[in-house]
């Protein structure tokens, strides 16, 4: 029996089909595995490689971790914004399931109605957002034993913040007590009533916020009796204006035990100025004054604070928008990476820039006895302005400024071990004579003699090593400087700068929390095309331009077409004459013609603006494949060729 010949076509496609079915089960197979999930990544500012900090936290887990991740996939509502950010999240989790070894693992649910999955998802707090009448989940809950940290929505806006939230509820979740962070300032950080009646009540500063659910803050107030360094692990002093030296002194105690200080004083807050009704005469805010300092201990500590003047830096200056327009503002300070001189810092190295309010300036004394390491300075341009001139952006500022060649630091850090800023003890007790101790009565025991309580032992020199963190501004952290307003309207913190990173960066640090610092102020992984956009802003200018020509001229035309129109109905004239009637047609039709004209140009410009994005699109598809496909010749060619030689 004949056999039916196979052609080497028929041969050649079986091939190929076979090659395609390997290839695929071999990719599937693979993306099972912990090797599947790993790449490599080369983006510029490496948007896919999670921080050391979030390693650090899925490397010390030593607890199971399920991270319950609620997903609407299978409806046909979800926005394509939304869809292009689930694939982010899920590789994301994809990466924290493969670096964790096994101790996080994910569930994928998706909530739809009347499910248990949709249950589940109420049962975590989530309960989804309403989009195009649909009730769409984008949220996660971090459980770990009896304790569960929610993410109620997965905004894309809120991108740069991503890995930073995750990183941590799970620390949140792993971490049984949370350290304890003492506050005391002089301005009301956690809200309070209303000024008048009918107003609202004043809401937490959103740091103060975000500070509790990260720590536990115990408010100490202007006027604490202790501060036990046992108890507080890092005493925060936000603004300690008209502090007393009585505090100061339980401050200095306090520091001498090892324990850490972060310190925010200014010049001229902006914030205490709107609290007492904006009124920059009265210098006061509400009975808080617009300065602080701690004139004692800062002496002690080998540095100096200006407070009666504000600090300008031309080098760094803002543009703001003033009544008059915008102008650039010498005392509103964007510090970028260069003013930041320690790069290999967990506190500074990942922040793009900062943003301080007329702040004052540290300078560098003798007679501290510790290590002092600049984090944030200005440059040898600076100098110091009047503060009420600055607090109006005087723009003749600018001019007047004296520079005194010194670059002032803005952001410190003080470690070692600490001398006494009060040798002669505590404040109001150094000049009381030790109490004599009483003779016995005739008849009277010594047993029965009662004897004067001792008194208090007060350190002298540190115990052990203690650190401070020093800032020159307050304002920097109030909700209007460092969020998005817009981002604030709709329920959501995102940071309008690095300000709030600084500050938590510096209270990771001090927390022994270093994980989380790395995970911050992470960048955008959507890029803007800003070829693109530059060739279309150009071209938007060149036709704006045309089309606002000819919408005067539209304008002209109809106020003259009112005019006669007027005179008409004026009573004075009933009948226009033939020269008024043309006047009007023609103007008619000069209006009807300048509005088609109007029509075609925008018309154009979306011609040109599509036709753009589709040559773009189209490059960006087939470019790719007709190189592979090069490629793929080059090499059959290459190898038909050898192998016809041989």
Not at 140 to 159: K, S, Y
Request: with cysteine.
């Amino acid at each position: 029996m004949a056999h039916k010949p196979t052609y080497p076509v028929t041969r050649a496609a079986f091939g190929v089909a076979a090659l395609v079915a390997i290839v695929i089960l071999a990719n599937w197979l693979i993306s099972l595995t912990p090797l599947g999930n790993r790449g490599h990544d080369f983006t510029e500012n490496k948007n896919h490689t999670l921080s050391d900090g979030t390693r650090a936290i899925l490397k010390d887990l030593d607890t199971q971790v399920v991270i319950r991740y609620y997903a609407s996939r299978s409806t046909n509502y979800m926005p394509e914004q939304l869809k292009l950010h689930m694939r982010r999240v899920d590789d994301l989790l994809k990466e924290y399931a493969s670096l964790s070894g096994g101790r996080l693992r994910i569930e994928n649910l998706d909530p739809e109605p009347d499910t248990d999955a949709e249950d589940s998802a109420n049962l975590d707090g989530i309960s989804g957002q309403r989009i195009d009448d649909e009730n769409l989940y984008f949220g996660l809950a971090v459980n770990c034993l009896d304790r569960t940290a929610v993410i109620p929505f997965l905004e894309p806006r809120d991108e740069t913040m991503l890995e930073y939230n995750l990183s941590k509820a799970i620390a949140e979740v792993t971490t049984p007590v949370k350290p304890v962070i003492g506050v005391m300032s002089a301005l009301d950080l956690k809200g309070g009533p209303a000024m008048m009646q009918g107003q609202r009540p004043s809401p937490p500063w959103v740091f103060y916020q975000q500070l509790k659910q990260s720590f536990e803050v115990k408010d100490l107030g202007m006027t604490p009796p202790a501060i036990d360094p046992k108890e507080i692990k890092v005493l925060l002093l936000f603004h300690p204006a008209g502090i007393t030296p009585e505090v100061e002194f339980l401050v200095d105690q306090y520091l001498l035990g090892g324990g850490t200080v972060v310190v925010a004083v200014d010049a001229f807050s902006i914030t205490a100025q709107m609290a007492g009704g904006g009124n920059p005469m009265m210098g006061m805010g509400g009975g808080v004054p617009t300065t602080s300092t701690l004139p004692t201990l800062f002496g002690a500590w080998g540095v100096s604070f200006e407070s009666g003047q504000t600090l300008a830096d031309p080098a760094y200056k803002t543009k703001m928008n003033t009544r008059n327009g915008a102008a650039d503002a010498i005392t509103v300070l964007t510090l970028p990476q260069a003013a930041m001189p320690q790069k290999d810092n967990v506190v500074t190295k990942d922040l793009s820039s900062i943003m301080l309010l007329l702040p004052g300036g540290f300078t560098k004394t003798s007679g501290g006895g510790v290590d002092i390491n600049t984090l944030v300075r200005s440059t040898t341009g600076a100098g110091f302005v009047d503060s009420m001139q600055a607090s109006r952006l005087d723009p003749s500022l600018a001019m007047t400024l004296k520079s005194t060649g010194t670059a002032y630091d803005l952001v410190s850090h003080l470690h070692g071990t600490f001398k006494t800023a009060f040798p002669n003890g505590k404040p109001g007790e150094e000049s009381k004579p030790e109490p004599e101790e009483k003779k016995p009565e005739i008849g009277q025991l010594p047993a029965e003699i009662k004897k004067p309580e001792p008194k208090p032992v007060w350190l002298k020199a540190g115990t052990a090593p203690g650190n401070v963190f020093l800032i020159a501004d307050v304002d920097a952290f109030h909700d209007q400087f460092a969020y998005n307003p817009q981002m604030l309207q709709l329920g959501m913190a995102s940071p309008a700068n690095g300000n709030a990173s600084l500050l938590f960066n510096l209270l990771d640090q001090a927390t022994g929390s270093k994980y989380l610092i790395g995970s911050r102020s992470r960048a955008a992984v959507r890029r803007p095309f800003t070829v693109i956009q530059e060739m279309e802003t150009d071209f938007d200018k060149e036709v704006g331009d045309k089309i606002t020509k000819f919408q005067k001229e539209v304008d002209a035309t109809n106020q003259k077409l009112s005019e006669l129109q007027a005179q008409r109905s004026s009573g004075a004239d009933l009948h226009l004459t033939p020269e008024q009637e043309a006047e009007i047609k023609k103007l008619r039709e000069v209006s009807v013609d300048n509005r088609r004209k109007i029509r075609e140009m925008e018309k154009d410009l979306r011609r040109q603006k599509d036709g753009l994005t589709g040559r773009i699109t189209l490059a960006n598809v087939v470019i790719m494949p007709v190189i592979v496909i090069l490629v793929g010749l080059g090499l059959f060619i290459a190898r038909r060729s050898a192998t016809r030689a041989r």
